[in-house]
């Protein structure tokens, strides 16, 4: 019974090295950049990052501490390394917040390792991971990579993942094709990576008219529309703000902050019930409304209804991967309350893909 007695309630803390952090974007955008400057933000110092280098991306950063990495072996070797000195010395670890950069490279590497394992079980030469059918060789890749990025994760390190934008068009079973700006990585990985992940937030250059002049500025969006994907676990986030890692952290300090008010010691004081649903339907007997989002000047609807109509037309492999996504994502394999409109454009994405 003692370990039962040692457990204790969660409470969110507003520390990077708690969480795991996804970021990308269109190129130029400065997603380097802002991962290295979070860490300077959160810890008033360069040195208690390290920004683990697939790609040297880093080369044009000031102070950053940075590891280039060779190969999978090398970084296996330095993961090996990152574990004992937080094994050893626990919050005093040389480092606490670990930057990614990127997990396009990342799973470059990662290939190489599997393919040859492939090539020997199939008697085949497979040169990249797209010959192997079945979508086997990406599920290879993100089996070599989650574990690795969890173990560290687990072991106490804040996690940066950083990744390229793609576009990827979703053909709804009901309505228009439409774009969605997305992880550039394989749909394989990229559901792992998010499934980890607690922000998710695209970084976009935009031109914007001031004063009859155009002017580029960078944003960072925390929450998706129809147009592309973010996200994060917590609810009270803005839409967007401009670029920084001082405006980031705002953000991020005043979700863990909003999400706290809900607790007075060990008693939830302030969360509502959820509502009873079924797996993969809603109640007959809710009214149902269409949710409304409010991130652009045209109004996109979601109707719950037609997700319940989509659900119920899945086949049986379809339904199990879409409960999988939901106890991931968020925690349960009920639908959301239909207020929460990000919640049911992740769902509908997901939906779309299958």
Known sequence: MSRLKKIKPNVPQADLKDYVIT??????????????????????????????????GYKALPGVMAESIKD????????????????DNRDNSQFQFLILDTIDEMAEMAA???????????????????????????????????????????AGYGIC???????????????????????????????????MSDFIVFINIEVEKVNGKNETNRYMYFRSDTTF?????????????????????DVFKEAVTETNKGYKGSVVTQSPPPTEQGDDELNESDTVEEVHTEETEETNTIDPKEIKASIKDLDAAG????????????????????????????????????
Do not use: C
């Not at 030469?125 to 574990?147: C, H, L, W």
């Not at 576009?167 to 792992?192: F, I, N, R």
């Not at 994060?232 to 890692?245: D, L, N, Q, T």
């Open 229 to 249: 994907r973010a996200g994060s676990r917590f609810k009270s986030v803005p839409e967007k703000v401009e670029w920084g890692a001082k405006n980031f952290l």
């Open 23 to 56: 970021l990308f974007g269109v190129p130029k955008s400065g997603k380097t950049t802002l991962a290295h400057n979070l860490g300077v933000e959160m810890y008033g110092t360069t040195e208690k990052s390290l920004l683990i280098g697939f790609e040297d």
């Open 319 to 354: 339904k199990k991967e879409l409960k999988s996504f939901l106890e991931e994502e968020f925690g349960s394999t009920k639908l959301p309350d239909i207020s929460e409109v990000e919640k049911y454009l992740a769902i509908q994405n997901k939906i779309d893909s299958l």
């Open 112 to 154: 190489k390792v599997v393919l040859p394992r492939l090539s020997k079980l199939d008697g085949k030469q497979y040169k990249n991971v797209d010959d192997v059918g079945f979508g086997r060789g990406t599920s290879a890749v993100r089996k070599e990579i989650m574990p690795v990025i969890k173990q560290l994760h687990k």
């Open 72 to 87: 999978w072996s090398d970084f296996k070797d330095l993961v090996d390394d990152l574990i004992e000195d937080k094994e």
């Open 161 to 195: 993942a950083i990744t390229h934008d793609k576009e990827k068009k979703m053909e709804p079973k009901v309505g228009q094709a439409y774009d969605v700006t997305t992880l550039s990585l394989s749909k394989t990985l990229s559901e792992g990576i998010e499934n």
